[in-house]
C-alpha cells in the first residue's frame, strides 16, 4: 500500500460478529509479542471467558521491522497510523475497528485515533506516549510533577539507546547486524529491565520466545530500520511539527479510550496526565506485568480488552480470509 508492503496475520474469531481489532507492536519485540494472546482473544470460550465478546485479530508488522518492507524515506513513521488504517479499511474491508498498541503501537493508535475517528471504534494503551512529555503544561498537579520529573531522569538513566538510535543508528546497526550475539545483547537487555522479572529474565520469558523474537530482526536484517522512529522523531523539522499540530487540532477527541498500565513499564502516568490528550473511558492499573505485557501477561491483558471494547462493538464481520499476508 502507498508502495509499502505490510506484512501482517489476520486470525479469525469465533462466534457471532467478532469485533475487528488492529494490534500494534513496537521495540524492541515484533510481531511475536502478540502471539501468546491471540488464541485468547480468538477463543475466548477455550480459555474460561465467555465467547462474547471474540475478535479478529489483525497483526501486521510495522514498515521497517520483521518481514514488512522498509520505508524509503524518512518521516515515514508519522504515516505508519495511515498505512495501517488503509490496511484495515481498504484490504481487509473493515469500515470501523478497535486498535491496541504499546510502546511505537500507543503512538500510532493516538495518530489514527487524532486522524482517522471516523474509523475507530475504540483504542487501548499501555501507556501515554512519551513525546506528550514535551507539552508540560503549567497547571500541573501533585502527581503529574512527580510523573514528569521521573521521566526526566530516565535520559540519562536508560536514555543511552534511545540517543545513540536517533542519532547515529547506522553505525550502532553495522555492529549489530555483524554479531548475533552482540544483537541478542541489545534486545535482550531492554526485556531484562522493562518486564516483572527481578533480574530472572526466564521468570517472563522462555527461552523460544525470546529467540524467537531476536530470531525475526537477525533474519531480516531489520534492525537498522527498527531505528528509524527514533531518527524520524528526533530529526523532524519544524514544518512536520506545525502539520502534527494542525493533526491534533483538526482531530476528534472523542475516539473512546483505554488504559492498562502495567507496574514494571517504563513510566506510570498519572489519569489526570492521560485525560489532557485522551478521551479516557476506563482506566486499570494492573497488579504485575511490565513493558511487554502480551508476552508477559497475556490473560490479564486478554480480560482487559475484553472489557475495554465489549461495550463499545457493534461492528460487522467480514467473510473468512488469508493469514499472513502481505499487503
Known sequence: MDGVGLHFTHVKGKGDNPIPLLLVHGWPDSFARFLKIIPMLTNPAEHGADLQPSFDVILPSLPGFG??????????????????????????????????????????????????????????????????????????????????????????????????????????????NDSPAGLAAWIVAKFRGWSDCDGDLERCFSRDEML??????WVTQTIDSSFFPYYDL????????????????????????????????????????????????????????????AMEQPELLAQELRSMFNPLSGVAAIPDRVSHRTA
Not at 474491508?93 to 493516538?110: C, I, K, L, N, Q
Not at 524467537?212 to 530482526?217: A, K, Q, T
Not at 502534527?244 to 502495567?262: H, I, R
Not at 506510570?268 to 497488579?287: D, G, S, Y
Request: charged share 20%.
Open 67 to 176: 518481514f514488512s518492507d522498509r520505508p524509503k524515506q524518512r518521516g515515514l513513521t508519522f504515516s505508519f497510523g495511515d498505512l495501517l488504517r488503509k490496511l484495515m479499511v481498504e484490504e481487509l474491508g473493515y469500515p470501523r475497528f478497535a486498535v491496541h498498541g504499546g510502546d511505537w503501537g500507543s503512538t500510532v493508535a493516538e495518530h489514527m485515533a487524532r486522524s482517522h475517528s471516523e474509523s475507530l471504534v475504540g483504542i487501548h494503551l499501555t501507556d501515554v506516549p512519551f513525546f506528550h512529555m514535551f507539552q508540560e503544561p503549567n497547571d500541573l498537579s501533585r502527581a503529574e510533577a512527580v510523573y514528569l520529573k521521573k521521566m526526566e531522569e530516565f535520559p540519562q538513566k536508560e536514555g543511552s539507546y534511545a540517543l545513540i538510535q536517533s542519532t547515529r543508528p547506522q553505525t550502532l546497526a553495522c555492529g549489530l
Open 212 to 217: 524467537n523474537n531476536i530470531m525475526i530482526y
Open 234 to 293: 528526533a530529526n523532524a523539522g519544524p514544518l512536520r511539527w506545525i502539520s502534527e499540530a494542525v493533526k491534533t487540532w483538526l482531530g476528534s477527541t472523542g475516539v473512546p479510550a483505554g488504559f492498562a498500565l502495567f507496574p514494571k513499564d517504563l513510566g506510570a502516568p498519572p489519569r489526570e496526565w492521560a485525560e489532557r490528550f485522551f478521551n479516557v473511558r476506563r482506566w486499570t492499573e494492573m497488579p504485575r506485568g511490565g513493558h511487554f505485557a
